[in-house]
Structures are given as C-alpha cells and as structure tokens.
C-alpha cells in the first residue's frame, strides 16, 4: 500500500469515526468463511456496517479525530474489526447472538456518545443500554399513565361530577 493510499484509509477512517456515534471494535479472527458471511449478513440485516481495518491505520484516524477515544487506541492489537450502528446497542446485541453458535466475534472495546467500554466483559452492559427510541417510549409511557387514570376515573364517575370526584379521590 503506498503513502497516498495509505492517506487516503486514513482520512476515509477519519470521516467515518466523525459520521458515528455508536463504534464497536470487535476481533472476529478466526471465523470460517461460512460464519464470516453469515455475520456480514447479520449486520446487513440489522443496518450494522462491519468493516476490517488494519491497527495502525486506525489509530492514526482515532488520532486525526475530533473525538477523544480515550484507551480504545491501546486496544488495538491483533484482529479488529470496526461496526457502526445508529442504535448503541444493535451491534452488542449481534454479536451476544451470534456467540450463541461461535465464541467469535468477541468485543474488543467500543464508544457509544461519548462513553468508552473496554474489554469483551462489557458486552451485557452494552446489550442493556436504550436506544433512544426505548428511552422517549418509556418516557411517553410514564407520561401516559396519570392520563389514563382521569380518563379512567371520568368513565366510572358514571359522567355525573359527584362521581367523577369520589372517583378520583379514591385513586389517590
């Protein structure tokens, strides 16, 4: 590979750690050709974009980034693998699934908005994180509930407003 190619991986590196919040580094050495694809298929199929980078080149991207990376450059070593995901936790999830037939790909660090996880221990935590379509869910949820018990005690209250308040004061 020459210098300008070389430049060229670098910046591309660059441009993808900037586009993404949600970073895995994941070692999937080791895998066979069949199980290569099939995980290459998974993370098609859950909008996970998979990709072998050599160490060195990263490195220097996670340098040449905005962002600060913290430890994961020293994690760097052996087989790595960068996935990018929209949602934190697809990727964890992925791969948690897909160990249930391998022990690869194994979860070398990752950096989800702004928060660092190193090491392969930190998978079931990534797994649990909400996505923030989870989180405004829950929210929307919660909201919900207080709603619901009006509507619920004005429909029982027989629509008469001696009702109505016996109703709710009962809820209380």
Do not use: H, W
């Not at 020293?74 to 934190?88: A, Q, R």
């Amino acid at each position: 590979m020459t210098r300008e190619e070389k430049a060229t991986v670098i910046s591309d590196l660059t441009a993808q750690l900037a586009d993404n919040a949600n970073i895995y580094l994941a070692d999937i050495s080791g895998l066979d050709a069949t199980a290569t694809s099939n995980l290459r298929r998974a993370c098609f199929k859950a909008n996970v974009k998979l990709a072998v980078v050599k160490n060195t080149l990263l490195s220097k991207a996670m340098e040449a980034s905005d962002k600060d990376f913290g430890e994961l450059p020293s994690i760097l070593k052996g087989n790595t693998s960068l996935m990018f995901s929209e949602t934190g936790n697809v990727p964890a999830k992925l791969i948690k699934d897909f160990r249930k037939k391998s022990d690869k790909p194994l979860l070398k660090g990752a950096f989800i908005a702004e928060a660092i996880y190193i090491g392969d221990e930190q998978l079931d935590a990534l797994v649990n994180i909400k996505s923030k379509e989870e989180v405004i869910g829950d929210i929307i949820g919660l909201l919900q509930s207080p709603a619901k018990n009006v509507i619920s005690g004005l429909k029982s209250g027989g629509g008469k407003l001696a009702g109505i308040l016996k109703t709710l004061s009962e809820k209380e």
